[in-house]
C-alpha cells in the first residue's frame, strides 16, 4: 500500500468512526484496521504527522462534520469518528512535541456555575483535541473565582464557557465581567456556546465568539491562526 492509499484508508476509517479493527463502521463491510492502528502504520512508513492530521484525520472529521450537518450522521456517529481522531492525536503528541509543527494553543473549557450539563462540552473537547488543539476540561458547575484563577495561573489562549440552561447562561456573563475586574480580559479569546446561547448574547456579554456547535468552535479558532 503506497502513502495515498493509506491516507485515504485513514480518511474513510475516521468517517466511518471505527477506531481500532475490531470496531463495527457505517458500513459493516467495512473490515482490517482501524483510526489507530492506521496511525501507527503511516507513521512506521515515514509519513509525516503534519500529513497524517491534515489529510487524513482533519479532512475525514470535515467529511463527518458535513454528514452531522445534513443529518445524515447523529451525535453517537460523530462521536464514534471525534474519539478515534482524539486518540490518534495522543499517538501522534509526541512528535508534535519534537517537531517544529505549530502549536495551535491551549484552550480551556468549563460548563459554567449551577449548569452540570457536559455532553455540548465533551464533544468540543474531543473535536478540538482531535484538531490539534491541547485542551483541558475544567469540569461542570465550575464556580466563576475558579475559572478567573485558572487563566490567571495557566494563561490558556482561549476560553470555552458552556451552559445549557436560560438561568445560568447569565453566569457567562459574570465570568467576563470577572476577568476585566481581574485584568485578564484581553490575554484571553472567550467562546460561548449551549442550547440557549446566541450569537446577539454572546455580543452583549462582551465574549469574543458564539460557537453553534463543536465544528463550528473548531471552525472560529482555526481562524484565529490564519
Known amino acids: 500500500m503506497n502513502k495515498e492509499e493509506l491516507i485515504a484508508l485513514l480518511k474513510e476509517n475516521v468517517i466511518q468512526g471505527r477506531k481500532t479493527r475490531n470496531d463495527e463502521g457505517i458500513d459493516e463491510d467495512l473490515t482490517g484496521p482501524g483510526v489507530l492502528e492506521l496511525t501507527q502504520t503511516a507513521l512506521d512508513a515515514n509519513i509525516s504527522p503534519k500529513e497524517i492530521i491534515s489529510d487524513g484525520l482533519t479532512a475525514g472529521m470535515e467529511i463527518v462534520g458535513e454528514k452531522f450537518n445534513t443529518k445524515e450522521y447523529f451525535v453517537p456517529d460523530m462521536l464514534a469518528s471525534a474519539e478515534a481522531v482524539s486518540d490518534a492525536m495522543d499517538i501522534l503528541k509526541p512528535l508534535l512535541e519534537k517537531s517544529d ?73 459574570d465570568v467576563v465581567e470577572a476577568l476585566k475586574a481581574a485584568g485578564l480580559r484581553d490575554s484571553v479569546k472567550v467562546l460561548v456556546g449551549g442550547a440557549a446561547v446566541s450569537e446577539e448574547f454572546s455580543q452583549k456579554i462582551g465574549a469574543d465568539a458564539y460557537c453553534l456547535d463543536g465544528f463550528d468552535a473548531v471552525r472560529v479558532l482555526d481562524g484565529y491562526q490564519s
Open 101 to 173: 509543527l505549530s502549536k495551535k494553543g491551549l484552550f480551556a473549557i468549563a460548563t459554567v456555575k449551577g449548569d452540570i450539563h457536559d455532553i455540548g462540552k465533551n464533544i468540543v473537547s474531543i473535536l478540538l483535541k482531535g484538531a490539534g488543539y491541547e485542551v483541558v476540561d475544567l469540569g461542570i458547575d465550575v464556580p466563576t473565582d475558579d475559572v478567573v484563577e485558572y487563566v490567571r495561573t495557566k494563561k490558556p489562549d482561549y476560553l470555552g464557557l458552556s451552559a445549557l440552561l436560560t438561568t445560568t447562561m447569565l453566569v457567562m456573563g
